[in-house]
């Protein structure tokens, strides 16, 4: 079930013709017959098959005419609520467990909407650019698993790519349970997690997949968030002259098509190679505009009610790494505040070892940093270390169902609030003691591992000189001990602080510890800042 396509409400025209008397009641009669049954629409996110939040009270939205009691049941839950001026509503069931099948009903007077095979189970949002996008059906590892993959109570929403200059209310995309082929063209890091939630968890499991490869995290950020944060503004100022002259270059590229167009026809009669086609100018509809995948991908979901979101993004922003911070922290405040849940648990991959091929092979490194940083400053966050997981000429690491695990590790305690180790070694803070720098870790689990053959790689130390080193690392307790003879008063270590970097700690789990630094240096990327 769905709104129309403008998300707008069904409206009724009130502008009557001059009518004899009896004509004048005739209409008056229509028209109240018109308004007693009109339309009554659930958010394009309510559909049949779908998974509604369990144990939670859930948010049912949608459209009615303005101003009219709208009534909403599934289960056991029953909610009223009442249109508001523009017509649209919002009801909220109240908290049910898990199970199903349901109908979902929204009723106004006579007029009805409903869905059927509703089931109530955790839902969860994954987005993000390639590494989230790339279906199932690309990664030979996961072959044997998806020819299995048949679920009837794991359900599967793919929104559908789609940009927009302002919030839309619709979106294509169906509601299908788990098979081969639904499987296969979804993506392989969101189904593997929702996968290994159903077999952990025994309940229904719905995932909205909403991503985009290439795509920036700006993009996915609402410009009004962006606005307030100096370091954030250069993005909208950059975007606002890219605006202001695409009128004029969408003109120049309509006649550089038709050149194009007549260009290829002569080739082609020839038998000759066609010429490249004309690039399409950045404008508002460019999936990098700041918005623009927001207003198209998310705001329709606005405001469903999930368990949390699954993020997999950052490769983009790579060249403004030290911008990601920032960015992506009120990327999430943003959504957040959209979905009105509080601190909805936000899950994200930090970036897996590739080399860039960027002269200073550092910029990754700042953009892991970043997200280090998120998790250290954004409650309610849990951060999947891949560093183990890359190849270095494929910036999609291959093991996906690998990378769900690790979301889940942190699902698993932040959400369903098992006692279990989230992460690989995170560092905490440090000490010097002489010649020496002492490492503090946290989620170090059954305890740090011990050195692979050839002691710990990876470890660099520097003096106030801020000259990197090759440091000397041994395990002393949880914690551990850098020095260098080349560094007789050290200030600072980093640990895997490259591209592609050497890397030797774990902990007892076998989890990575995350690439770290103990210092507050500039980076590389720290003046970059337009895109």
Not at 281 to 305: E, N
Not at 320 to 341: C, E, K, N, S, V
Not at 450 to 460: A, H, I, L, N, V
Request: some cysteine; proline content about 8%.
């Amino acid at each position: 079930m769905r709104p129309n396509d403008s998300g707008e409400p069904p409206t009724v025209r009130n502008r009557l013709p001059v009518l004899v008397p009896a004509a004048r009641l005739v209409a008056a009669l229509l028209l109240a017959t018109a308004l007693a049954t009109a339309q009554v629409e659930l958010a394009a996110p309510f559909q049949d098959g779908m998974v509604l939040q369990r144990d939670r009270v859930v948010n049912v939205f949608g459209t009615a005419p303005a101003g009219v009691d709208v009534v909403v049941e599934a289960g056991s839950s029953r909610a009223r609520t009442r249109s508001d001026a523009e017509g649209r509503f919002l009801a909220q069931l109240p908290a049910q467990a898990a199970g199903g099948p349901h109908r979902l009903v929204a009723r106004h007077g006579d007029a009805v909407d409903t869905c059927d095979d509703v089931w109530f189970g955790e839902v969860w949002l994954a987005s993000g650019q390639s590494n989230m996008e790339w279906q199932a059906n690309r990664f030979d590892d996961l072959r044997d698993a998806v020819a299995e993959a048949a679920d009837p109570e794991l359900r599967l929403l793919l929104v559908e790519r789609n940009t927009a200059t302002e919030p839309l209310s619709t979106f294509e995309g169906t509601w299908r349970p788990a098979d081969p082929e639904v499987v296969a063209g979804f993506s392989a890091v969101a189904w593997s997690f929702g996968r290994e939630l159903r077999a952990r968890l025994g309940v229904p499991v719905g995932i909205v997949a909403s991503s985009w490869g290439g795509t920036r995290a700006e993009a996915w950020t609402r410009p009004a968030a962006l606005s307030h944060d100096p370091v954030l503004t250069p993005i909208l100022e950059r975007w606002t002259e890219i605006d202001a002259a695409w009128p004029e270059a969408s003109k120049r590229h309509e006649a550089a098509l038709a050149d194009w167009e007549k260009a290829s026809a002569e080739a082609k009669e020839k038998g000759e190679r066609a010429p490249r086609r004309p690039a399409a100018p950045l404008g508002p509809l460019d999936r990098h505009h700041p918005g623009a995948l927001y207003h198209g991908m998310i705001a329709p979901l606005v405001p469903m009610t999930f368990r949390g979101v699954l993020w997999y993004q950052g490769e983009s922003n790579a060249d403004r790494a030290w911008q990601y911070g920032p960015l992506f922290q009120t990327m999430i405040r943003d959504w957040r505040d959209d979905f009105g849940q509080g601190d909805l648990p936000f899950l994200f991959v930090q970036l897996a070892n590739f080399e860039s091929g960027k002269l200073d092979g550092t910029t990754w490194g700042d953009l892991r940093d970043a997200q280090l940083q998120t998790l250290r400053t954004v409650p309610n966050t849990g951060m999947a270390c891949t560093i183990d997981l890359g190849l270095s000429k494929n910036i999609h690491p291959p093991n996906k169902a690998q990378v769900a695990h690790r979301l889940l590790r942190w699902a698993r305690t932040l959400c369903y609030g098992e006692d279990v180790v989230p992460s690989g070694p995170l560092y905490s803070h440090c000490r010097i003691e002489g010649n020496e720098v002492r490492l503090f870790f946290d989620h170090v689990g059954t305890g740090l591992a011990g050195p692979t053959k050839g002691g710990y790689t990876g470890f660099r130390i520097a003096g106030r000189d801020r000259v990197w080193h090759d440091a000397d690392v041994r395990l002393d307790g949880e914690t551990l001990l850098a020095q260098s003879g080349a560094v007789p008063h050290p200030v600072a270590v980093r640990y895997a602080w490259a591209d592609d970097p050497a890397i030797s700690l774990r902990n007892g789990e076998g989890l990575p510890a995350s690439p770290f630094r103990t210092d507050a240096w500039p980076v590389v990327t720290q003046g970059a800042f337009r895109p």
